[in-house]
């Protein structure tokens, strides 16, 4: 007899949590190499702690701006080619005062860290077997949206830059915070 104090509902949800986890689950060992081939079952029931060595060093996205030369570079040509060949013509219209846009992105740096936190979300929720078919919908709404409003906002990176001009140092603080100095 089913337990009648379980809210209504609640064995679909555990089986969509399940089954969202093994999807993750099937993406994180497509993304990592495994030594020994686990069934995707199996491990949703082992606990993945006991299996990873206690120094082994966990993959995440890079963030692009703490990257060194030549990984940078190589990230940053990879951003590019999305920014240039996917988001530019099929989604930002001409610039104006009130949607600004610097062809001269990779200048400014809060530019790149944006972009690129974006095209890492693009990845992710792009693909049907991730995120299943609502993840573009997630990835306008609140990744897409948020960005291109602070991006091209009068106040976002590309103040200054207009279809003739370009300007960094306009978001450039001229001093760094005291407690962000090193006092030798």
Do not use: N
């Amino acid at each position: 007899m089913p337990d009648s104090s379980a809210p209504v509902g609640l064995a679909e949800d555990v089986e969509d949590l399940k089954a969202q986890l093994r999807a993750l689950a099937k993406q994180v060992k497509a993304l990592t190499p495994v030594a020994a081939p686990h069934d995707d079952q199996s491990q949703l029931d082992e606990d993945p702690a006991r299996d990873e060595p206690e120094d082994a060093e966990r993959q995440f996205p890079p963030f692009i701006l703490l990257l060194d030369s030549p990984e940078y570079e190589d990230e940053l040509r990879a951003l590019v080619e999305w920014v240039e060949c996917v988001l530019v013509p099929g989604y930002l219209a001409e610039a104006s005062a009130d949607a600004r846009w610097c062809h001269q992105w990779t200048d400014h740096p809060v530019a790149v860290a944006r972009l690129h936190a974006l095209w890492l979300s693009w990845q992710e929720l792009t693909d049907p077997a991730s995120c299943g078919y609502t993840g573009p919908s997630v990835w306008h709404r609140d990744h897409y949206d948020p960005c291109m409003r602070e991006l091209r906002a009068s106040t976002g990176p590309f103040q200054g830059c207009t279809k003739g001009e370009h300007q960094v140092a306009h978001r450039m603080p001229s001093l760094v915070p005291s407690a962000w100095t090193s006092t030798e």
